[in-house]
């Protein structure tokens, strides 16, 4: 079945730094998705991404649809504290099923 | 903006009794539900796609008589845990495909544990 790899698997980072994660499949996505899930609470939507090669910003966020529709990299400048959480790529097939990455374990050290 | 509610939000049962966690889409209709259980550090893994008025999909591993789905109106999905056992505790999440956006909500989840 579909596989997504999501790396790092952990970050820990100071204040202020940038950090980037990305997600790989072996088969192709039509639609990427960037989850932050806190403790205890459900997953919440950052950003969604439609087309190939799209690259999408929601304030200190950036994602990028890969051209092979089988990758995906988010990025978050200038980090605070409250990025702090577990962060999960999705990809949306044609069923409307998402597959989900490994997640990424973000610190942030003020 | 639209919300999807879990109820409830947390719950501790005995073992051998069965547990029934909602799924409510509270400002548009969901034709589409899906149900997705997480277990302690690890990912979300799709159980099974809720269709109203239709009979659930079940993932491959997925015990459809151990985990009952109803999906009964165009806001309400219901999974069951029957007999449940430790190993079934759990994050269970729900998210709703709005029908006429197409968007996805998350639910806030519901942590089952049971002794």
């Known amino acids: 079945g579909q596989q997504l790899n999501q790396s790092p698997q952990s970050m820990f980072i100071q204040e202020g730094e940038d950090v980037s994660m990305n997600c790989t499949s072996s088969?192709?996505?039509?639609?990427w998705l960037w989850y932050k899930q806190d403790p205890g609470e459900g997953p919440v939507l950052l950003i969604a991404l439609y087309k190939a090669g799209e690259l999408t910003s929601n304030g200190r966020l950036t994602a990028q649809f890969g051209i092979t529709r089988k990758d995906s990299f988010l990025n978050i400048s200038a980090s605070i504290p409250s990025d702090v959480g577990i962060y999960f790529c999705a990809g949306c097939s044609n069923t409307g099923k998402l597959i989900f990455g490994q997640g990424t374990t973000l610190q942030v050290k003020p | 903006g639209a919300v999807v509610s879990q109820h409830p939000s947390r719950v501790i049962c005995k073992s051998g009794t069965s547990v029934k966690i909602e799924c409510r889409s509270l400002?548009?209709?969901?034709?589409?539900m899906f149900w997705y259980r997480q277990f302690p550090k690890q990912s979300l893994m799709l159980m099974a796609t809720?269709?109203?008025?239709?009979?659930?999909?079940?993932e491959q591993g997925v015990e459809k008589d151990k985990f009952l789905i109803n999906h009964a109106s165009l806001t309400l999905s219901t999974l069951t845990v029957t007999s449940a056992h430790p190993e079934d505790s759990s994050f269970y999440i729900c998210s709703a495909r709005d029908v006429n956006t197409g968007e996805l909500f998350f639910g806030e989840g519901s942590r089952l544990t049971v002794l």
């Open positions: 809720s269709n109203e008025g239709s009979k659930a999909t079940y």
């Open positions: 400002d548009f209709q969901a034709t589409t």
């Open positions: 088969s192709i996505f039509n639609t």
